[in-house]
Each structure stands twice: as C-alpha cells, then as structure tokens.
C-alpha cells in the first residue's frame, strides 16, 4: 500500500487539458471524417476513463465505445508480460479503431494492445494518449496522437492513481513520494 505523498503545483492545469481535448478531437473528427466506416473507441481501463469521456464528447463520427483492463509487468528484467484482465466484446472487424491511453511509458501496454486489437482484422488502428513519458520507453509504440509529452516523473490526476486514489483530480500533478520504486509498486501499472 502506498503511504502519504506530496503533491507538487499542477504540471498541466485543468484548463490546459480542456484546451488539448478539443483540439485532439479536431484533428481526430478531420483525420476519420471522410472514411464511410464507424470509429471503434477502445478505452484503456481505468486511467484513460477520464480523458476519453471528454474527448468522445467532442467527436463528430459515427463512434462506437468499449472498454478493456490490462496490465503490464516489467520487472526482474524481464521483456515485460501484459495481462488482459478484461477484454472488448463489441465486434471492431472492419471499422477502424482509436485505442485510447492515459500514458504510455515503457510502451508495454500499448504495443501488446494495438497487437491484440490488430488481431481482430479491423480496418485501421491507431493511438491515442494523453500523455507521452518517453524517458520511459522500452519498446518502440507508433503514437498517432498526443495530449502532452512529459517529463520522466509520476504523475496523478484526471483518471491517473497513485495506488487507486487521485484518480478524481482535475489536473495532472507530479507527485513526490519519498521512494520513487515504491511509487511504481503501487501504481497498478496499466489501470
Ligand atoms: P507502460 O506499459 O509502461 O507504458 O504502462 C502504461 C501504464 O502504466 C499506464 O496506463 C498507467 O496505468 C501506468 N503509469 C505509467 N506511468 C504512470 C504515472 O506517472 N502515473 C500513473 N500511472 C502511470
């Protein structure tokens, strides 16, 4: 279990992420808007509830939702082992398929994910995080769109948890624990 952190100022105010959503939205309603296929949004349980929430209450297609909870594992040196601990049940054959992450940081989870849903034959997939830790990376992830790219540190907030809580947050805050390893233990990396 997770003891007490400090929380430091917001590294991307609530008004910052509203202003990101609505032009991630644009891009997306442009980049899907002449294809005569429905969009299959895929949301990454729980971290990217948040952030998909308000960016799908932006797109103008014809957009279907579900939802899957993996994790991933990356310790002990291993390549890393994903875990999917719920899977989508709508058919996404043939339509194209917008996976959504709150963060991608080893890649781990977002590589097994985009493979996995490639499996189900759909028309395209692509990527869609709010946040990018590239210091973090241990496997290539073709990222086809991003809210914020940020700084190696962990962060909280809008959907994000430190050891479940946070999660509620408006804004993305850096958190200071006083072991950083322990942070990570806790995190539930992938939810
Ligand atoms: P990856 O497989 O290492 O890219 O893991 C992505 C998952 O790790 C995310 O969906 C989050 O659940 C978790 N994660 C990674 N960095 C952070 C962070 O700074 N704060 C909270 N969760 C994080």
Redesign the pocket.
């Known amino acids: 279990m997770g003891g007490p952190i400090l929380l430091d100022r917001p590294l991307i105010e609530r008004d910052m992420l509203a202003q990101r959503v609505v032009s991630l939205a644009e891009e997306i309603n442009a980049d899907y808007e002449l294809t005569q296929r429905p969009l299959s949004v895929i949301v ?1 349980l729980k ?1 990217a509830c948040f952030f998909a929430v308000d960016l799908l209450k932006r797109l103008h297609l014809d957009t279907r939702v579900d939802f899957l909870r993996a994790s ?1 594992y ?1 310790g002990m040196g291993s390549t890393g082992e994903v875990r999917l601990h719920y899977d989508i049940t709508m058919p996404i054959g043939g339509t194209d398929v917008l996976l959504v ?10 590589s097994w994910l985009l493979r996995h849903l490639a499996s189900h034959n759909p028309a395209s997939v692509r990527l869609c995080t709010l946040l990018d ?1 590239p210091a ?1 990376r241990q496997v290539h992830v073709p990222i086809d769109y991003v809210g914020f790219t940020i700084p190696d ?4 907030g809008y959907g ?3 050891d479940e809580g946070y999660r509620n947050l408006p804004a993305i805050f850096i958190a200071r624990p006083a072991n950083y390893s322990e942070m990570n233990d806790a ?5």
């Open positions: 990454v971290g991933s990356s992450e709150d963060i991608v940081d080893t890649g781990l989870t977002a830790k973090g540190e962990f962060v909280l994000l948890d430190y995190s539930g990396k992938g939810d």
